[in-house]
């Protein structure tokens, strides 16, 4: 289906001119998509009012259903908007604090969370660990089905947090499955429910409907697919349960209801409005580039949010000038389709001369030489280096005079910017500094600020602070093996055995940094990765 001008007339109270753009030049955005593959939708909308709107490629390829703009996508993480809605209404109702600590409205939740407020799930700044890599440490992909139940369990089962709250910004869809639950507890009802009433009703998106079970598909719903090892698109589902962090399913012109919705204050009233795209803060008092379930960049010509999301067969990005009133949304039914380049060319096509929408944020030239004389990426030593906080690794290395940086299971050539930041994929940004006193750092730049990483060497000859032998977590909930033959240590998880490499004395890493372990003593270690730190293994006698 080619794209479809619609051009609605305009009130004269509309604030700007009607974007204009030659519908074949949207079309092109998608030119690649075959119309025998799945695909995707997008609509333009100004204030609410579609302009423009389009579908490609397939629904289903089963029952040969084409995409087209009434679609209803799986939106993933680009639903917690809605969540986070959902919350500021409390707030404003006064039935909530935001500053008030979760275990006031969660009281079934252990201590460790005493410190944690309901803004800091808000803001991603709770230092609360990552159901998402919990369950994948235990093996389970996401063809295993997992309930909330299982989810809640293991919030109950931490007996630590990542960091302390408010330090520093950390995505963590665990914070908005507890927001979730805080929603339920307070309103009486299931989440589903709550947003249908109080959010989707409001503004009229009667497409749109929050659901538990992603793989239960009703008519007028895209199926999702990635592609095979033999090239073929097969059906792929997210079989793990679970709202407030993900499970709105919604297509682009019941997403253009609610831009128009919010901007106009119809839905929540306007300070609701003001508190959706308010930053929140550490607690030093700097800002976040995250707000009510929205990136914020607001540091450029013109204010952009966005939010995208993925899960599998399913990828969606929603993005919002609030000043100007043009959103931008992009759907698909495909792993292999970055919905947020498309809304990117999008942007740039209907909105020429505009910032980019939030995809290369700027970074302050002060506080980069605060952190030490600045470098280039390309002359960083290679090796290990580690975040002292929270015990995180990234590995550099170089071929043919370029970085490759490996970091969270990715090791991946990094591009550089004309600023001198270097880009890795999904806006990873970084940067390299030498202290004073030659402390060697390579800074990652994060929606809270600078997060460094110190150069602790190649690796270390020998390490004897770890034992051999099975370990258990409790935390986790699983066990592991830790061992060691002629080629090195390794660790035998129910994920498989990966070997480890000694970074120091009292640290081993796992490839491309996916993780490292700590040796507390001789009988336990702490476990460290992106968003599930200081994990703690004890050995089995």
């Known amino acids: 289906m080619t794209a479809t001008k619609l051009l609605l007339a305009l ?49 289903d390829l089963a029952t040969r259903e084409p995409i087209t703009p009434t679609t209803r996508f799986e939106l993933a993480s680009t639903s917690k908007q809605f969540t986070a809605a959902l919350i500021l209404m409390l707030a404003q109702e006064r039935r909530l604090k935001l500053t008030a600590p979760i275990r006031t409205y969660l009281p079934g939740l252990p201590k460790v969370y005493d410190p944690v407020t309901v803004a800091d799930l808000l803001h991603h700044t709770s230092g609360i660990r990552e159901y998402f890599d919990a369950f994948r440490a235990r093996g389970d992909d996401e063809s295993k089905p997992h309930s909330r139940e299982e989810v809640l369990a293991f919030v109950k089962a931490q007996r630590g947090l ?108 306007q300070a609701l409005e003001v508190a959706r795209l308010a930053n929140g803060k550490l607690r030093s008092g700097r800002p976040v580039d995250y707000a009510g379930g929205l990136f914020v960049d607001d540091r450029q010509s013109e204010r952009v949010v966005s939010h995208s999301g993925l899960v599998v067969g399913n990828r969606a990005m929603d993005v919002l000038y609030p000043d100007s009133g043009i959103g931008i949304s992009v759907m698909c039914n495909r792993d292999d389709i970055a919905p947020a380049e498309r809304s990117r060319k999008i942007a740039l096509l209907v909105n020429p001369g505009a910032p980019d929408p939030a ?98 060497g190649t690796g270390a000859p020998e390490t004897k602070l770890f034992w051999p032998g099975q370990y258990r977590s409790d935390e986790l909930g699983i066990t592991v093996t830790l061992s060691r033959d002629q080629k090195g240590w390794s660790l035998d998880t129910p994920a498989g055995a990966v070997p480890l490499a000694a970074a120091l004395a009292d640290d081993l890493v796992g490839p491309n940094a996916a993780f490292s372990l700590h040796a507390v003593g001789p009988q336990i270690f702490t476990f460290h990765t992106v968003n599930l730190s200081g994990i703690v293994f004890r050995r089995l006698p």
């Not at 800074?443 to 809270?448: F, H, L």
């Open 162 to 269: 990542d960091g302390p709250p408010g330090r520093r910004f950390s995505y963590v869809n665990t914070n908005y499955f507890l927001l979730a639950e805080i929603v339920e507890r307070l309103t009486g009802k299931p989440f589903p429910a709550a947003a249908r009433e109080r959010l989707f009703t409001p503004a009229g998106m009667t497409e749109t409907r929050a659901t538990l079970d992603t793989t239960g598909l009703i008519a007028g719903d895209a199926r999702g697919y990635q592609i095979a090892k033999s090239g073929s698109f097969v059906s792929a589902a997210w079989t793990w349960q679970g709202y407030g962090d993900r499970g709105v399913r919604t297509t682009v012109g019941d997403l253009a209801l609610w831009h128009g919705a919010s901007l106009a204050a119809t839905t929540g009233g």
């Open 11 to 59: 009130t004269a109270a509309t604030p700007m001119v009607t974007p204009h753009v030659d519908p074949k030049e949207l079309d092109a955005v998608f030119a690649d998509i075959r119309p025998d593959q799945p695909g995707c939708a997008y609509a333009v909308d100004l204030r609410g009012k579609v302009l423009y709107q389009g579908g490609f490629g397939l629904a």
């Open 359 to 456: 995809f290369d944020r700027a970074i302050d030239p002060a506080e980069m030489k605060r952190l030490g004389k600045v470098g280039d990426l390309r002359s960083a030593p290679d090796g290990y280096y580690r975040d002292p906080l929270y015990g995180q690794y990234l590995i550099v290395a170089h071929r043919d005079g370029e970085p490759i940086v490996s970091y969270n299971m990715r090791a991946e050539k990094v591009t550089r910017r004309q600023d001198g930041i270097y880009r890795a994929r999904r806006g990873v940004l970084l940067s390299y500094a030498v202290t004073q006193g030659g402390i060697k750092r390579v800074v990652q730049w994060t929606e809270s600020g600078p997060i460094s990483y110190e150069y602790v």
